[in-house]
DNA sequence: CTGTTAGCGCTTTCAG
DNA sequence: CTGAAAGCGCTAACAG
């Protein structure tokens, strides 16, 4: 198709090898062959073929992303580290191909397979899939790097990232108790996410060195969805109505709820107090400001970047968690402010 | 490294070759030996070697997505439509590569480089990059088959797809008309981009067709963030305090002035009304549930696919502008109701 | 139906 | 310092 080594040494009468090293290498080529091989070069708008080189090297530099296709409003943040991931990844001379999976579909040893295939040097799970689908078990015990999110499957060669969780939503459910709430629902998302069960675990420490008693009349399961968390919310407070404070294990759960609340007369934070979890952008301004526990989505697509190179260089796997910050706004106020 | 098409040959003592028409086309091989490698090349674990097939038939089936690096909080809804694009890539045999491009730091001919080196048979760019920068040009005049977002630059092979902007935003303000308001102002996006040029064309329009003679005074230009939206809003209303009404050009800036509004004791919609424009998904949860205009970032993804397909069957460039469906929400009531 | 041969574009010995 | 030759893993004629 477009210009080859070979176009240009035919050009010069010389040798394909010589350009080859001429364009690449620093050593070993006369600078005069070498000033003339990369100026012929650029006019005739020579530009490497990647995929040969890789061939002959044996080296691809390619890492997969592999997402999970998911069901529209249950989306994950992840989005939002893509770009910073992308870029750091970019830093390490590394590119990154995207690859979808239906976590339905999904066949026994599709993994190795996508990966072996495209001569993946390493590859990230961001999910979702759930706790136990297959995926994660394949990908934790292969020998091929790899950085998983959120669900703790650590392999030998294998990292997984994520968050404090457990830390985030004893802190949230703490600073409810410190406003002096002590009835405190929980609406938690699907609890076959390991994210799922460590803010449960947190909330429950929370209450626990508080002294409380756990009542599972104040929890509600339900599906992060807005329309979800609304609906487990307005059941919550009508079947145990004097819960003055709930903690969602999301934003937009939250967000619904409010909504939804403040509709029916129920007003956040004067009747009911709420904290969220994940810092979305939009908690800031949200009515009223969203008390939540703070995710760094930017800085989680960085440090992923960094582990898997890490993996790459020979690193064995292990556990990266990073702090997860409760942003106190005005969606939790003090109970005597009733 | 892995086990090659010559390992299988070898341990069958037959031809490679055999062995490659065996594993891909229909025809021309006994039955009894195509089983036979089926089952020895599954046994040994055989996967193909994607690079170096694309090598020999110069085809890549590479697709490149090149991301604009970006501010933070000035993030594009890119990223909800990149899972259902990359999907549908894969419906046509096509794999995803993310390219990530720093606006600033942008060199001549960087795009076709980027492009060549990988052997990419289409491109997708999402930006964010000003309307006038370099790359557009160098993306709409190449003979690549290529889609860009929003902004207008359609070329043979280059297709462009967005929404109807400005219809969406003339839509917005007309319902704000409709609802008996008329000193209505605009909160705008940065100038240099396209989409906001229409919506403020839209507004506009809007206006002059109701016989309203447009005011500068009503205008600000802000920085599509939340903190923006405000400062935004906030003059505005102080230097005219007749408007009642306040159309925005994304959402984050309503949601951001807003919050800061109800902060000052202005209550929308009761003092004034508010509409935005994105369709977060948010918006229908937030206090008040926002009015806006909301775009199909999902269908994009798909219809993103089908053009880029189009064009790499041969197609040629034109331009792909999706309705954008105004969503009545509670942040925008009637004039009369203050 | 199957083996032989050549070659995609590049790098890398190994001579010279 | 440069040329010649071999080969990465695979496919595609072309014979047989």
């Given at each position: 198709m477009s210009v080859s080594i070979k176009d240009i040494a035919k050009a010069l009468n010389i040798n394909p090898s010589t350009v080859s090293r001429a364009l690449q290498g620093?050593?070993?080529?006369?600078?005069?062959?070498?000033?003339?091989?990369?100026?012929?070069?650029?006019e005739m708008g020579y530009?490497?073929?990647?995929?040969?080189r890789e061939l002959v090297k044996g080296k691809t530099n390619l890492v997969g992303i592999f997402i999970g296709i998911y069901e529209k409003g249950v989306r994950p943040p992840f989005f939002e580290t893509l770009p910073?991931?992308?870029?750091?990844?970019?830093?390490?001379?590394?590119?990154?191909?995207?690859?979808?999976?239906?976590?339905?579909?999904?066949?026994?040893?599709?993994?190795?397979?996508?990966?072996?295939?495209r001569g993946l040097e390493g590859s990230i799970v961001m999910g979702p899939f759930d706790d136990k689908h297959l995926?994660?078990?394949?990908?934790?015990?292969?020998?091929?790097?790899?950085?998983?999110f959120d669900e703790p499957y650590v392999g030998r060669r294998c990292t997984c990232i994520g968050t404090f969780e457990e830390q985030g939503a004893y802190d949230a459910v703490n600073h409810l108790l410190e406003l002096g709430h002590r009835k405190i629902g929980l609406v938690n998302g699907f609890p076959d996410l390991y994210v799922c069960r460590e803010r449960f675990a947190g909330y429950r420490r929370a209450l626990d060195e508080a002294g409380i008693l756990f009542?599972?009349?104040?929890?509600?399961?339900?599906?992060?969805?807005?329309?979800?968390?609304?609906?487990?919310?307005?059941?919550?407070?009508?079947?145990?109505?004097?819960?003055?404070?709930?903690?969602?294990?999301?934003?937009?759960?939250?967000?619904?709820?409010?909504?939804?609340?403040?509709?029916?007369?129920?007003?956040?934070?004067?009747?009911?107090?709420?904290?969220?979890?994940?810092?979305?952008?939009?908690?800031?301004f949200y009515n009223p400001p969203l008390t939540t526990v703070q995710l760094n989505d930017q800085l989680i697509g960085i440090r992923t970047a960094e582990a898997l190179m890490e993996l790459i260089a020979g690193g064995t796997g292990k556990e990266v968690r990073m702090e997860a910050s409760l942003v106190r706004r005005a969606s939790a106020i003090p109970l005597s402010s009733t």
């Open positions: 620093v050593y070993g080529v006369n600078e005069e062959t070498r000033r003339k091989i990369r100026q012929t070069a650029k530009v490497p073929n990647i995929g040969a910073l991931l992308n870029q750091t990844l970019g830093l390490y001379g590394k590119e990154t191909i995207i690859l979808s999976v239906d976590p339905l579909t999904y066949k026994k040893g599709q993994y190795m397979e996508m990966c072996r295939s995926i994660w078990s394949e990908v934790s015990n292969s020998q091929l790097p790899s950085v998983v009542k599972s009349a104040f929890i509600r399961e339900s599906d992060f969805s807005g329309a979800g968390g609304a609906g487990a919310a307005r059941e919550l407070l009508k079947r145990e109505p004097e819960i003055t404070a709930i903690f969602f294990t999301n934003d937009l759960m939250a967000m619904g709820a409010i909504s939804a609340l403040q509709t029916e007369g129920i007003s956040v934070p004067r009747d009911v107090s709420v904290v969220g979890f994940d810092g979305l952008f939009i908690g800031e």
